[in-house]
């Protein structure tokens, strides 16, 4: 029996416009998610190219839910995104090609080659670098949650997290934990429905994984996560209730990983007639037609975005290539910390 | 100068950290109404309030976790777990996040995690374990033992000064044994400097924590027979005082290193290898380990005693060193 709430979908531009967003706002949705995807393709061909060393992950699918809670985060708020979540950083400024180079290793990207792939977030943006361990990076954002509480901030915290971490022991101490303290953290679920290749049924037993959070007290809610509109209006109600003082929220934005769990991993096991399926709904294609019908996007201006968006790519790749690769003699510097005052001080 | 018990000079030094610093914070289980497991944190609830004094839910994930985020947010927090032993609970977070965060992100993590360990009153398996070597093999993780009263107060004051995640694992069996004058004020004690317990001239003994007074112990015994014995605490074991002990062989031409914790890749086989390695020629024996027998800890009192060295380990040990 399922407990969360489901959402509706938004139609009129009308429900738009009260949630305070306007059409430049609504393009710039657009374009990040568009922006999000483009460097995750171009990932692809670098990595196929041999430039990317390792491995390479994308969240093809998940732009809708990364760049929806995203924007509806304020610059103050903070949180700790994983890897599908490239939207997230998109959203919030870091500079495309400083994540291609950080892809490729280089000392311009945000990790200065130091880790990889979608390991990187920029702490003056208050987001936190994650780690391999996805559900470990949850009791850290309930920690910026726990830290604006002290100080008596009015800021959120945002914690990422997917339907493999939701079966970790991580996910229920720091979901307990800040439904206990109502601390202003927002649990954002991207339930992409594979852990690699482990499918929902093998994973959880309740019906949603929203449905979880009425066990540590708070509301848990379930939304299209290829809806843009709707995850935006979900993810700003939880945001500014946490702000209020109203306690976490759980959003389980429910996509599809439209790739495998890594550019190696052709996802045979996933049935075909789902990827066809879940194509139809692909987030991209469903703003575009939303905003075609609803916003006047026509011909002209949608090809003068993709042109601005492959343009800012291609400038991003020679940028990342021509960073340098970093240097050995660098190896065993920076283990340790010399200062005394982290970036994120406040006064004392 | 006041007289305090190590657990006064711990209590006494982490309220003044939370007098100076208001972004200094304490979370554990029951540290609050309770005030601690060990009582060292008595009437703190009352003095800083309940967003400074955080009782938390069973949960050392959470715990360590949210220390941890907090502190990248710009506070201090001085994170309790109730016994050493439940690290291995947070490991994971320690381990994966807080030691590698500044090298991968550049984004330093000062966070104080306080470890009640150590055996000595039938804790058993799992109240007694000294599992501080462990954390040495860590990069990035800072690892802190104190022996006295005063350094107890002082390596505290540097841990929460610190901008790395710092292991401070206080000895329960010190707890309420040992006392000493301890200033009054707010000091530091550096990381990385040994202090000498006790000068001396025919062989040194290298140890920390609750060891260091069975070393001093032996060293009585082995007096009255007219050998020397140079004692050095190391109070740190991450970063560790490599210098202070060389010199220290350099004059006695023979080294013991002594620890409670478990023989086997236990913190002595590095200082044992780095000693091998840069100061073979100023040795006149091999060096000798007295540790913990590579099993759990025990229970029961005669298991307990036959675990964890005793004065008479360690003054034999010293007997065979000075006789080679």
Known sequence: MAIARDTEPLGSSLEIGQLGLGRAELLGMYRNMMITRGIEERGHILYKQGKIPGSFYTGRGNEAASVGVATAMRPEDGGTPLHRDMGVHVTRGVEAWRILAQYMGRADGPARGRDGNVHLALIEQNLISMVSHLPAMMPVAVGLGLAFRIRGEPRVSVCWYGDGAAARGDAHEAMNFAGVRRLPVVFVCDNNQYAYSTPPQFEYACANLADRAAGYGFEGIVVDGTDILAVYEQAQRAIEKAREGGGPTLIECVTFRMEGHAVHDDAFYVPSELFQEWAKRDPIGRFGLWLSEHAQLGEAEQGEIENEVKALLGEAQRRAEASPMPDPAELEQGVYAESTEAPGDTDA | ?324
Not at chain 2, 213 to 220: F, I, K, L, P, V
């Open chain 2, 1 to 324: 100068m006041p007289e305090m018990t190590y657990l006064q000079a711990i209590s006494d030094g982490l309220r003044q950290e939370m007098r100076r610093d208001e972004r200094v914070f304490v979370i554990g289980e029951d540290v609050g109404v309770y005030g601690g497991a060990f009582k060292v944190t008595v009437g703190f609830l009352e003095e800083f309030g309940p967003w400074r004094v955080i009782d938390a839910p069973l949960s050392e994930i959470a715990i360590a976790g949210s220390a941890t985020g907090a502190a990248l947010m710009g506070l201090r927090p001085v994170a309790e777990l109730q016994f050493a032993d439940f690290v291995s609970c947070a490991w994971d977070h320690l381990v994966t996040v807080a030691a590698k965060q500044y090298y991968r992100a550049g984004t330093p993590v000062p966070l104080v995690l306080r470890l009640p360990s150590g055996g000595g009153f039938s804790g058993g398996p799992f109240h007694s374990q000294s599992p501080e070597s462990s954390f040495t093999h860590v990069p990035g993780l800072k690892v802190v033992c104190p022996a006295t009263p005063r350094d107890a107060k002082g390596l505290l004051a540097t841990a929460v000064e610190d901008p790395n995640p710092v292991l401070y694992f206080e000895h329960k069996h010190l707890y309420r044994r040992i006392k000493a004058d301890v200033p009054e004020g707010r000091y530091t004690v550096p990381f990385g400097k040994a202090r000498v317990h006790r000068a001396g001239d025919d062989v040194t003994l290298v140890t920390w924590g609750a060891m260091v007074y069975t070393a001093a112990e032996a060293a009585d015994e082995l007096r009255g027979e007219g050998i020397s014995v140079e004692i050095l605490d190391l109070r740190t074991l991450q970063p560790w005082d490599k210098q202070a002990v060389l010199e220290s062989v350099a004059k006695t031409s023979k080294l013991l290193i002594l620890h409670e914790d478990t023989r086997t890749s236990g913190f002595g086989a590095e200082i044992a290898a780095q000693v091998a390695e840069e100061a073979f020629e100023n040795l006149d024996a091999p060096i000798k380990r007295v540790a913990a027998p590579d099993t759990p800890i025990p229970f029961s009192p005669p298991l307990e005693k036959a675990f964890i060295p005793q004065v008479a380990d360690v003054a034999s040990a010293l007997r065979e060193l000075v006789a080679y």
